[in-house]
């Protein structure tokens, strides 16, 4: 089958098409699901680039990929919640640049039929990733002030509307382009940061603060925004012990991978919530199942664009 994918670290040039020979036996608990759109995200960047090469050596050749959605061709012998020919949305580690995947049914909740391929594409990693800041990492609770720094972001977009359904009041932050779209989505304030510094205006007032951008200055903001007994949950680095001393009481939080955390319970959650038009995905562009356009969708990755998620379109349906 055709895949996509890249046999050394480096720039978006380093993609190549590649041959993959499909698995050919199912595990009991695993469904094989024919690819139709596939989501892009900044983890298959920084993967590529090889900044995560001596924490995480990779055997080349590599097809990146976590997020698809598809039609299940076929069902593992112990598989009874799943059938073939059912349409699911799919967050897997990799493997998901190809016109097929294998992946286990803790991985995968059935799609709505009310949102587009490129919603369902779009959804697993950011949506998965927010519904866990928010009911693991931070546990937030109703009444309380989330600050989420990067708010225009995909992860960020996920978290400003279920923080809003949680009923937290949202500070949000991101670059002044963006504003007129997190507010539309619930933010309660906005803070440029292109415009001033989001800590300043929100000194000392969040209980929870959520660093959802792509790295840089964030997390010092983050910090003086922070209550000084409030909770700072990172999705790349938490803030320096340096930075930590301007906040020593707060409880910072990294995310990462705990087994508690099914990811089947946060796709159903989140594909209900979409069901009752409660969750919306933005989507920024739409690219084809082609070389070109998988180079091109990482050159992008790397600059500023407007808000949303890149997704491929492998089949229409
Ligand atoms: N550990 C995990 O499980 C996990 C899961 C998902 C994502 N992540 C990580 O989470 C981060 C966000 O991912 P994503 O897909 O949401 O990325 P994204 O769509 O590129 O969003 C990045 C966001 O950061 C904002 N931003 C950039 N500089 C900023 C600044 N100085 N202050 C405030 N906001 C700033 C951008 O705002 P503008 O566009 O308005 O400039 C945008 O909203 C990435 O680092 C990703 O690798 C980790």
Redesign the pocket.
């Known amino acids: 089958m055709k895949a996509f994918g890249f046999n050394q670290y480096g720039d978006a040039n380093v993609f190549e098409e590649l041959q993959i020979e499909p698995v050919a036996e199912l595990k009991s608990k695993q469904v094989r699901v024919s690819i139709e759109a596939i989501g892009i995200?900044?983890?298959e960047a920084?993967l590529r680039a090889g900044y995560m090469k001596d924490s995480m050596p990779l055997p080349f050749p590599i097809v990146p990929g976590g997020d698809v959605t598809g039609i299940i061709t076929e069902i593992g012998d112990k598989v009874d919640n799943f059938s073939v020919g059912d349409a699911v949305v799919v967050h897997k580690g990799f493997g998901g640049y190809a016109e097929e995947l294998i992946a286990f049914t803790s991985h995968i909740a059935i799609r709505p039929d009310n949102i587009t391929l490129a919603e369902a594409a779009g959804l697993p990693?950011?949506g998965?990733?927010a519904y866990?800041i928010l009911t693991f990492f931070a546990k937030a609770r109703a009444g309380e002030t989330i600050f989420i720094?990067?708010?225009?972001?995909?992860?960020?977009m996920v978290l400003v509307q279920l923080a809003k359904l949680m009923e937290l009041t949202v500070l949000a932050?991101?670059?002044s382009?963006?504003e007129d779209y997190v507010r539309r989505l619930g933010a309660d304030q906005y803070s440029a940061?292109?415009k001033e510094n989001?800590g300043e205006t929100f000194k000392d007032i969040a209980d929870i603060v959520v660093d959802?951008?792509?790295?840089?200055?964030?997390s010092e903001?983050g910090v003086k925004a922070l209550k000084p007994n409030g909770r700072m949950v990172s999705?790349?680095n938490v803030p320096t012990e340096d930075m930590q001393k301007e906040k020593p009481l707060a409880d910072y939080y990294q995310?990462?991978?705990v087994k508690e955390l099914k990811d089947n319970d946060a796709l159903k959650f989140l594909t209900d919530l979409m069901m009752q038009d409660e969750l919306e995905i933005k989507i920024a562009k739409k690219y084809k199942f082609t070389l070109a356009d998988i180079i091109e969708s990482h050159k992008q990755?790397d600059l500023?664009?407007t808000?949303g998620?890149m997704v491929v379109i492998v089949k229409e349906n």
């Open positions: 995200n900044p983890f920084i990693t950011p998965i990733a866990n720094e990067g708010a225009s972001g995909s992860v960020g932050s991101g670059s382009a963006n940061y292109d989001p959802a951008t792509l790295g840089g200055r964030a903001v999705l790349i995310v990462e991978s990755l500023p664009r808000a998620k």
